[in-house]
C-alpha cells in the first residue's frame, strides 16, 4: 500500500484515486461536508496558483489531515477547472500541476520514476548496476519535449531501439505525459451543477480574470502588426498558441518565418509567444532565433499556401474571397493594407 505521502505529494496516481474509493468519499460529501472545507479552500488555490505562477503550489503536508486535504485538493482543483471552462485556463491549468509534480519528481529515486511511467504506458528499461535509464524510441517521441533543440532525436544516442536518458529527463517525460493526460481528461468531462454551486463566485472571479488577461494580449501592441489583417492560417496558428493547444512544428516555423518578413524583431515575436501557458522564453527564444537566421546562417521565408495545405495547417473551411485570389500570406495580409488606404 502506497504511503498517504506519497499520495498527496502525487495526487494523480492510480492509488490516490483508489484511496479516495476506499474512504467511501463520494464527489457530494467533498463538496459539502464542513469537515472538507480546507480541501475546498486548497482546490481554489491551486487554481488560482495555476493561472498566476504556472505551479499549484507548495504547502505544509506534516499532519496525516494535512496530507488527507492535499489529496482531496487535486479532484476538487479539476472540478473547478472544467467549470471555468476556458480553454487557455485548462491548459494553463494542467500545466500548472504538471510542473508542480516535475518538482517534487526530480526529488525521488529512479525507481520511484520507473513505477509512475507504468502508469502512463512509458516503456523504460532501467540497469540497476550502471543506473542507467533507457527508454522505447516511439514512447520518446510521444512524450519528450521535442520541439526544443536538446530533446530533438539527432541529438540522443539509440541502441537496440531505446534512448539512453537522465533521471532529470525521466521526470520531464513524465511531466509531459501528464500534462497530455490531465488536458484530454479536462476536455473531456462536463461542469457539474453542484461544483458550479459550490464554487461559483471563485469560478465567476477566475473567468473575469482570464478574460481580463486575454482583452490585455488582444490590446497589447506589437511593433506595426495588426491582428486584424492577419491571413485566416496565421490567426489560427497563434490563437492556438496562446491558448496552450499542441501547434504542431510546422505551424510554428510557419508563424515565426511570416512575422519576421513582416519586419518584427526577435523580441516582438517572442511577446506573442509570450502569452502561451507553456511559455519558456530561454527554448523559446532559441527557437525564434533560428527560423529568423539570428543564430543560424539562414533566414527562413514563411511557407506559401500550397504548402501550408500540404502540412495540414491552412484552415480551408474557413477561407475568405481574398484568399482564393492569394497564393502567399504575406500577399493576403498586404492586400489587407491596401483596402484600408485612403483613396486620393
Known sequence: MVELSLLSKYPFLNASKEYIKDNNLSIQEI?????????RIIGVERVDNAFSKR?????????????????????IARMIAVCIDDIFFKRRYALGEAIHAYRNLINESPLFLINI???????IKFDKDTHKISIYFVDYLHHAPTRYKEWKMINRG???????????????????????RINNELDERKC???????????????????????????AAPIGKLDNKKL????????AA????????????????SFLHSLRLSNNEILKLFSTAPDYEEERTRYQ?????GYSSSTAYSPPGCDKMRTYGICPTEEIDELCKKKRHPLSYYKAKWKQEKPKK
Open 31 to 39: 463538496l459539502d461536508d464542513p469537515l472538507y472545507e480546507r480541501a
Open 55 to 75: 505551479d499549484v503550489g507548495e504547502r505544509s503536508l506534516v499532519t496525516d489531515s494535512d496530507q488527507i486535504m492535499e489529496l482531496l485538493s487535486y479532484p
Open 117 to 123: 511511467t507504468n502508469e502512463f504506458k512509458i516503456n
Open 158 to 180: 539509440m541502441k537496440n531501439g531505446y534512448i539512453q536518458i537522465s533521471h532529470k529527463d525521466l521526470a520531464r517525460i513524465i511531466q509531459e505525459a501528464l500534462r497530455t
Open 192 to 218: 457539474s451543477k453542484s461544483v458550479y454551486e459550490t464554487f461559483s463566485s471563485d469560478i465567476k472571479r477566475i473567468q473575469n480574470s482570464v478574460m481580463l488577461h486575454r482583452k490585455n494580449i488582444e
Open 231 to 238: 491571413p485566416p492560417c496565421m490567426k489560427n496558428i497563434l
Open 241 to 256: 498558441i496562446q491558448a496552450g493547444e499542441n501547434v504542431p512544428h510546422m505551424g510554428r516555423f510557419a508563424l515565426v
Open 288 to 292: 525564434v532565433e533560428h527560423i529568423t
